[in-house]
């Protein structure tokens, strides 16, 4: 099991500049914001189920850069849906790292779907994504960042992370208009 | 569609090319099938199937992050599928744009449609949209302009629907 919380912040600590950091609410969020902070990151404090359709929207509008989204299990079993989207309308600069806890920790660690039958991999494979894998330690860091800086997306990595509840880390603000402004101030449009 | 027939899904792709939207989602209906030809035809419109609306509401929001303008196209039964996801654009002040082909008001066949349609203009209101209409082909252009600029000049939400009267009422034959 991937400890998420300092695998999150090494992958930030050595971002290359063509980087662009996406999180899905929740404890993806606090990990981010954990790294410090940093204006070419945007972090979702709501919207449950959005952040993989605006992770690709940003992917197809941003094409010179890599758009990197951390995203919980639960985030991603509410718009399945959305992996095949992202299949079917190709980004190449796209990697989504599920960090499956197979918990909802954030409201009192109920089970999801991946701690019973559910497989996220193989659900990004029949869905059309090819380039998906699992990661279950720490060893997996090199490979994992070869995928988001160098390999041909849309990417969807699996991180079997512990479900254990981490302080929570703000952002900048909570209001999602300065938040958003403070991201796109990173982007030329 | 173009050409030498006149049709106002014309209209919306020319307030599409004049307002620079180069990304269209959608569920499809068949009340927005003519525009999202035009668009899938043209180079500069990258065109998004989705497999639910509210996608389409995430989508649209990255992209415009990203500097890019779209709109989502769908059918009244899909705006309900969108209520917590409009909370994106929302806080966000994104600007955000949908077309809505209204079904179960005008002549509907259907009566499951009937619920959702009714409800449609109170769920985006709910959510802080504006909501514009259009009943007359005449009125399509200037409506989908004038919400398209609400949205991109305020940074708000906005909703054209289009009237079944307008869209015409499918009339379902059995066998």
């Keep these: 099991m991937i400890e998420r919380r300092p695998f999150v912040q090494k992958i930030l600590k050595n971002r290359q500049s063509n980087l662009r950091v996406v ?5 993806s969020t606090w990990d981010l914001m954990s790294g410090g902070d940093d204006k070419a990151n945007f972090g979702f404090i709501g919207a449950m189920g959005q952040a993989i359709p605006f992770a690709l929207g940003l ?14 299990d639960g985030d991603t079993l509410m718009s399945l849906g959305s992996i095949a989207t992202v299949a079917n309308h190709p980004v190449t600069n796209l990697t989504i790292v599920v960090m499956d806890n197979e918990s909802y920790v954030e409201t009192g660690s109920q089970p999801t779907a991946t701690a019973g039958k559910t497989d996220l991999e193989i659900v990004a494979k029949g869905s059309g994504i090819s380039n998906s894998y699992t990661i279950k330690n720490e060893k997996d860091y090199d490979r994992l960042i070869k995928t988001i800086y160098e390999e041909e997306g849309p990417s969807l990595v699996v991180a079997k992370c512990q479900a254990k509840a981490t302080p929570l880390v703000f952002p900048h603000s909570f209001d999602g208009s300065v938040s958003i402004n403070r991201f796109m101030s990173t982007l030329k449009s | 569609m173009e050409g030498a027939i006149k049709d106002w899904r014309n209209d919306i792709y020319k307030v599409f090319k004049e307002l620079d939207i180069t990304m269209v989602s959608h569920v499809p209906d068949a009340g927005h099938t003519p525009l999202i030809n035009l668009c899938e035809k043209d180079n500069e419109i990258d065109v998004v199937t989705l497999t639910t609306e509210q996608d389409g509401v995430g989508l649209s929001c990255g992209a415009f992050a990203g500097g890019r303008k779209s709109a989502l196209l769908m059918q009244s039964s899909g705006v309900g599928n969108c209520i917590n996801a409009l909370a994106l654009p929302n806080i966000c002040r994104i600007p955000f744009l949908t077309l809505v082909s209204m079904r179960g008001e005008w002549g509907e066949f259907v009566p499951w449609q009937v619920p959702m349609g009714l409800g449609t203009p109170k769920v985006l209101e709910a959510m802080d949209v504006k ?27 906005a909703a054209v629907l289009l009237s079944q009267k307008m869209i015409g009422a499918k009339q379902f034959k059995n066998g």
């Design chain 1, 23 to 27: 999180s899905g609410l929740g404890t």
């Design chain 1, 59 to 72: 992917a197809m509008a941003q094409p010179d850069l890599r758009i990197l989204l951390f995203t919980g």
């Design chain 2, 131 to 157: 909501v514009f209409r259009t009943d007359y082909k005449e009125e399509v252009g200037s409506t989908v302009d004038a919400a398209a600029r609400f949205a991109f000049n305020t940074n708000r939400s």
